[in-house]
């Protein structure tokens, strides 16, 4: 099952005039296509993917499948309530017919929905069995994601945003349950929906003068950061109940939806409340975050670590950059989220390009941090990689070092790898963990 050419048939033989010509120019496995290339994460909508049968034709038991990656939150699809959500059928369509060809025989088609239909990464799939009967080279299968056609709401997406979220076809030609990948997967890009609400993140607890790096990001309504939003922000900071910072700065308005403020005053020891708000009549919330000023904390700053990731070189979505510069839009640390072993690849063509912060590098010490095994971990490697999946078991973080009291090698950021469900999302979806770095005392 390849797409070698084909040579012409020797000797004498009975088909449809111009049949081998046809055939000849098609993909032998066939094609599929959709109209749609872009959908907003979590929006409903029918999605109809159509599969043109290529040059083989789909004998009596054949069967298809559109299958995309077991982590997907992508609402589960049902064939039994035509008018519920969710509905997924199939649809046959005959191709033309060349002078003296025979039209299909097949009778009907059954669509069914599997979570491991397909194998891995590619498992979750809606399969499509040939009942009774053949396909001509031409005809076409058409699948509707979400069929509206009986009054349903269609299909609830993805609610993460992923570059290149995929569908991949398989076919069965005749039936044996030996399946391939038909060639030009069915491409989307999920991005953020519109804006819900603002994120404010800060240290959690620093000492009197010490730099309290404070970022904004907005967010759809399922914790996404928004794109391409130059909103007008207000920022206010107050100690106890007396206004102690007032300012208004724009987000970025290319790429994520972020901004960083270091300019809060944090001489006078107390409670910190900082809060930011969409400037204007605004329907997007406000958020607030606190911030502890303590003589007595142990370091300038504490810093703590949540990450868990899977990217697309393994199993997972999106690209291991993509994902820890994502990680770096979050976090309170100025320390990089980037391993030595990407820091010098370069991203895909049209990725964003990486917000993190230029400081980090003068924020690192010189020194290495004792591993637990007793090799040392240069202090630039802000994280350690286990696999290129970013599923380590454990990692440590060099911290800021401290003017006064800190240990000789600077705080020592304890980082590990435990799933954690993004804000606004339901507990029992099947998600990939989005990475998070936050300060807690």
């Known amino acids: 099952m390849t797409d070698a050419p084909r040579r012409p048939p020797q000797g004498a033989y009975v088909a449809p005039e111009g049949y081998y010509e046809l055939t000849k120019a098609m993909p032998f496995l066939g094609a599929a296509r959709c109209e749609i290339s872009e959908i907003a994460a979590g929006s409903w909508l029918e999605l109809v993917l159509d599969y043109e049968v290529g040059a083989s034709g789909l004998a009596d038991g054949a069967w298809i499948k559109a299958a995309f990656k077991f982590y997907s939150d992508w609402a589960l699809f ?22 003296g060809q025979e039209p299909a025989t097949v009778r009907s088609l059954l669509c069914r929905f599997d979570q491991k239909g397909h194998e891995r990464p590619f498992q979750k799939a809606v399969i499509v069995d040939i009942v009774d009967g053949y396909l001509n080279p031409g005809d076409h299968i058409v699948i509707r994601l979400g069929d509206r056609r009986f009054g349903g709401p269609g299909t609830r997406a993805q609610t993460f945003v992923e570059k290149d979220f995929k569908f991949r076809f398989y076919v069965d030609p005749v039936g044996t349950s030996r399946f391939a990948a038909v060639p030009g997967d069915i491409v989307l890009q999920i991005v953020a929906n519109d804006a819900h609400h603002l994120i404010v993140t800060a240290p959690r607890l620093i000492r009197p003068g010490a730099d309290l790096p404070v970022r904004v990001r907005l967010e759809d309504v399922w914790g996404n950061t928004c794109w391409n939003h130059g909103e007008r922000i207000e920022l206010r900071a107050a100690l106890g109940v007396a206004l102690v910072y007032a300012r208004e700065a724009d987000l970025s308005a290319e790429g994520w939806a972020i901004l960083r403020i270091d300019d809060i005053p944090t001489e006078a020891p107390g409670e910190l409340t900082i809060g930011a708000r969409v400037a204007g009549d605004s329907a997007v ?32 979505t999106n690209d291991t950059v993509y994902n820890l510069t994502l990680a770096a839009t979050s976090p309170v640390s100025t320390c990089s989220a980037t391993p030595p072993m990407i820091s010098r690849s370069r991203p895909r063509a049209g990725a964003p390009p990486s917000p993190m912060c230029a400081r980090s590098a003068s924020m690192a010490p010189s020194s290495a941090i004792p591993a637990r095994n007793g090799a040392a971990i240069p202090a ?62």
């Not at 300038?300 to 199993?315: A, E, Q």
């Not at 999946?389 to 790898?417: D, E, H, V, Y």
Request: glycine fraction near 6%.
């Open 78 to 99: 049902q064939t039994t309530n035509p008018g519920g959500e969710n509905y997924v059928s199939a649809e046959y369509r005959a191709g033309p017919l060349l002078p």
């Open 380 to 441: 630039r490697a802000a994280t350690t990689m286990s696999s290129s999946s970013a599923t380590a078991n454990r990692c440590f973080l060099q911290g800021a070092r401290a003017k006064t009291r800190a240990p000789s090698n600077g705080a020592r950021i304890w980082a590990r790898m435990r799933s954690r469900p993004a804000r606004g999302r339901s507990t029992n979806s099947t998600q990939p963990t989005r990475m998070i770095l936050k300060a807690i005392c």
């Open 285 to 316: 919330a406000p958020d607030k975050t606190f911030a502890a000023i303590d003589p007595a904390a142990p370091v300038d700053r504490i810093f703590y670590g949540d990450l868990h990731v899977h990217s697309d070189d393994t199993i997972g």
